[in-house]
DNA sequence: GGGGACGCTAAGCGCCCGCTCATCCTCGGC
DNA sequence: GCCGAGGATGAGCGGGCGCTTAGCGTCCCC
């Protein structure tokens, strides 16, 4: 179901390419903060406490706290836009790519709710430079997501009314994930990935929907609603 | 160009409630200024000048900002359930009931977009006790629109795998719309809320979806995504 | 028309913010 | 053994934060 490496971090994002390493801690460091506090609540001093440094040390990998953002947005819809190219681009029907784009693209939410929290929700703190450059990358994963529906729609294997909208309300229901998820609670990543293409077939109207999905009946309640992090 | 009262018109909520009127105008100086830039990110001083005040003004009515955001929570909150409630207890089937669930959920979350996201977005800045109490309402709110769909599984007027996760998925379209509508964008609140709500109806399975729709087709590009705010 | 209650303000308290800077430590090259 | 470069630090800057307080005007009631 998942391989080794992607379950090595509970985040399955490799921030690799981030060097030097005390310039990726910061970058974790902030990831976390970021997500259980919001970027403008979240201090610089709590950042490199997280990361084990003093606080001026952060001013030396990045220019400002905003950079960190900027960083992290910027790879995180890298990350999201390559997850949905790959599904998009496979072969297959319509019907099987835009349902294993759906499942990839919840499990990453659900499993990088922390890391996604960042991307999807702080685009507000960004300046209007850098927000500018993240509507781009956000455009072509809409575009990405209209592309498969349209394909769908076009060969008859759909049958959608108002293809913009329901591309965007998909999207829309997969990027809320990361908002409601809670690591502690009874569905899995795998489980709610499931459960959302089937969905997502339904609202396209593909002619055979996820056939015998089964077992997501009856596994108890989930916690309505709780917005989770805070913690620590 | 507009104060807080005026504009708080496009809001449909009527905070007639909140007296006396200088407690009023702050709670809607600060609905304004929590969903531009978040609760943690607004200062009093800010709130105070929307609504025409010095800083002090503030807690003459209000012993805390915390408070500020617990009763605009509570009381938006409050206006939620109303309306879901409304909506499952008239008469009719429960794909009419379900539909008018979503389409006037919908439409609450794209007037009000600005009272929306601070209701549900800003939830985790709340103390616990607040947090508490608000989260009884948010489990109310799932149960209406549970208890739906439950009626129209155990009729057979649904299809439903998974009633609880088909539940949360369809709340969490509903929220999201807070997350993404902009008021200068291609659509209009009802129309949102006719494809959603038959967007929904597919979900469930139900037999017969919003039949002639129409309309809904070829009304050009939205906006890809961009989370609004911030113009000032 | 005197007096207290109320709504509001100017001033400011103590604290913490993002960020800077002079300094120090460490380590590879010669 | 010495040096320079770069990573890291403690101290601290200007400023803005949430909130308090002393006092002022304006009403209503008697």
Redesign the pocket.
């Known amino acids: 179901m998942s391989t080794a490496e992607e379950r090595a971090d509970s985040d399955l994002q490799s921030w690799a390419e981030v060097t030097?390493d005390?310039a990726r801690r910061l970058l974790l460091a902030a990831v976390e903060a970021f997500a259980e506090r919001g970027y403008h609540a979240?201090?610089?001093?709590?950042i490199a406490s997280r990361a084990g440094?003093?606080?001026?040390?952060l001013?030396?990998?990045y220019k400002?706290?905003?950079e960190l953002l900027h960083r992290i947005s910027r790879i995180g819809h890298e990350k999201a836009l390559e997850i949905l190219r790959t599904a998009a681009r496979r072969e297959g029907s319509a019907t099987e790519r835009l349902a294993d784009a759906v499942s990839s693209f919840v499990r990453w939410h659900a499993r990088g709710r922390t890391t996604a929290r960042v991307v999807q929700y702080e685009l507000d703190s960004l300046g209007p430079d850098a927000r500018a450059e993240i509507l781009a990358l956000r455009r072509q994963v809409d575009a990405e997501v209209r592309g498969i529906i349209e394909e769908g729609a076009a060969s008859g294997e759909f049958d959608v009314l108002d293809v913009q909208g329901t591309t965007l309300a998909v999207l829309s229901l997969c990027i809320d994930v990361a908002r409601w998820f809670n690591v502690d609670g009874p569905r899995t990543p795998e489980e709610i990935g499931e459960l959302y293409a089937d969905l997502v077939l339904r609202m396209v109207g593909a002619k055979k929907a996820g056939h015998g999905v089964g077992k997501a009946e009856g596994q108890g309640r989930i916690p309505v609603d709780g917005p989770g992090p805070r913690g620590r």
Do not use: G, Q
């Open positions: 030097p005390a979240t201090t610089t001093r709590d440094m003093s606080p001026a040390a001013y030396i990998h400002t706290k905003e």
